[in-house]
């Protein structure tokens, strides 16, 4: 039986069907709703429900407006810790929270969300190159081993860049552990290859971040890095040519970070004291993937 509200394209089958002569039971039948909607409704007295949002959901909205930060605290967690702390309080499922949004139906709205809609361009797959493999330490991403991919293991790392306003060389690197998704930036001021491996390298050795692998994309930025995959003793494996998809995670924690940076903003003011707390926000804060827990609860599990 279907208990949804009637449309009009409902009514005008129920019309339909009474002109033919059909029975209201029979006609309920047919539509599978109830005889009873279709008493009301040829009565003149069948009205939609109006639910109160404001009413029903007093406390949960009140919490919402408090407690959600696009940076943050999402819909999604709100929802959740709203659910933990107030057992007995009315609250709506995440969809529909979205729904009201779309609406204008609560004082959120899309401005206010954590991912901007934009449009998507069109792009095209390049054919893949040769690789030219100097030494066994730089590897395609096809030699990668299948254990990796099923992050139960820290040290495998993803490593992007995060750049700012064209034409400007300050830009940020970004490293994501692929099991604990825990996340390092560091501030880079210049493009160079050799350059960028020092500081890599520097930057690991300094915080003993544990390594065993290393993924990153084509960037000229990363043409020198197997001199740190050498030192370290691990493979660096790249990704082919205009296939992000092969680094989802490190993909998705360069999101993250653009909620505190967005794109545009100059990367020449940022400093390394301000990336450090962007890392403690981003990785002390609770992710659906892991049951809402973080990634320092799981670095933990894992270590």
């Known amino acids: 039986m279907n208990y949804t509200q009637l449309t009009n394209e409902k009514k005008a089958q129920i019309d339909i069907l009474l002109e033919q002569g059909l029975s209201m039971r029979r006609t309920a039948k047919v539509l599978g709703i109830s005889h009873s909607t279709i008493s009301r409704y040829k009565a003149g007295i069948y009205k939609k429900r109006q639910m109160d949002i404001s009413k029903k959901y007093n406390i949960f909205l009140n919490y ?16 959740f810790k709203f659910k933990k702390s107030y057992l007995n309080a009315h609250c709506p499922s995440v969809k ?40 066994k330490t730089v590897l395609p991403i096809r030699l990668r081993p299948k254990y990796i991919n099923r992050r139960d293991e820290l040290g495998h790392l993803e490593i992007d860049s995060i750049v700012g306003k064209r034409n400007e060389y300050d830009s940020i690197i970004s490293i994501v552990d692929r099991c604990s998704r825990k996340v ?9 290859e050799y350059y960028t491996d020092k500081i890599i390298y520097d930057y690991l050795i300094r915080n003993e971040i544990k390594v065993k692998s290393i993924t990153v994309d084509n960037g000229l930025e990363f043409q020198a890095l197997g001199l740190t995959a050498k030192k370290l003793g691990v493979k660096l494996y790249k990704c082919d040519p ?20 967005p794109k545009g903003n100059s990367m020449k003011l940022i400093t390394q004291y301000y990336l450090d707390n962007i890392c403690f926000e981003i990785n002390s804060m609770p992710r659906k993937i892991f049951d809402y827990k973080c990634a320092y609860d799981i670095e933990l599990k894992y270590k």
């Open 184 to 192: 390092w930036l560091i501030k880079s001021q210049y493009k160079n």
């Open 96 to 135: 529909q929270v979205y729904n009201w949004i779309n609406e204008g139906k609560i004082k959120l709205s899309k401005k206010d969300l954590c991912y901007k809609k934009r449009r998507g361009k069109k792009t095209s797959m390049m054919n893949h190159t040769k690789w030219n493999i100097d030494h």
């Open 242 to 261: 205009y296939c992000s998809f092969q680094r989802g995670t490190n993909e998705r924690t360069n999101a993250l970070v653009r909620r505190f940076i």
């Open 64 to 79: 919402l407006y408090t407690h959600y930060d696009y940076k943050t605290c999402s819909i999604e967690i709100c929802v």
